[in-house]
């Protein structure tokens, strides 16, 4: 069973900064896309960062040029830098991971991390 955990949330200021991680129990090179995607209260779950196993990435546009997303293959870890927070980045974060194997499409989802941004 692939398993996705998440650490790195908690609380900052805004202007403040947090890294995030999550870390998956197979190898990364296995999945199409590793991603984060953010819920805040009342809200739809929306994308906020991919990246492929070729490496290339894709953004949100409110968070583009204040986050990175990255990949460590050899620790099977995809990572989350989020700078410049604003308190609009409160949202509980979760990892993503999608396959194609088979013929299907497999997505997976970590639990999630609190992520608030606040004075």
């Known amino acids: 069973q692939v398993q996705l955990v998440e650490s790195g949330g908690g609380l900052v200021q805004p202007g403040g900064s947090l890294r995030l991680s999550c870390e998956v129990s197979?190898?990364?090179?296995?999945?199409?896309?590793m991603g984060w995607y953010r819920q805040a209260p009342g809200k739809q779950r929306e994308l906020v960062a991919a990246?492929?196993?070729?490496?290339?990435?894709r953004y949100a546009d409110s968070i583009k040029g204040r986050f990175t997303i990255s990949r460590d293959n050899a620790k099977n870890t995809v990572n989350l830098q989020m700078n410049n927070l604003r308190p609009e980045d409160t949202a509980i974060y979760y990892c993503?991971?999608?396959?194609?194997?088979?013929?299907?499409?497999?997505?997976?989802w970590g639990q999630g991390t609190q992520v608030t941004v606040s004075s």
């Open positions: 993503n991971g999608r396959q194609y194997m088979r013929g299907n499409w497999n997505t997976y």
């Open positions: 197979e190898n990364i090179l296995g999945f199409v896309s």
């Open positions: 990246i492929s196993a070729g490496e290339s990435t």
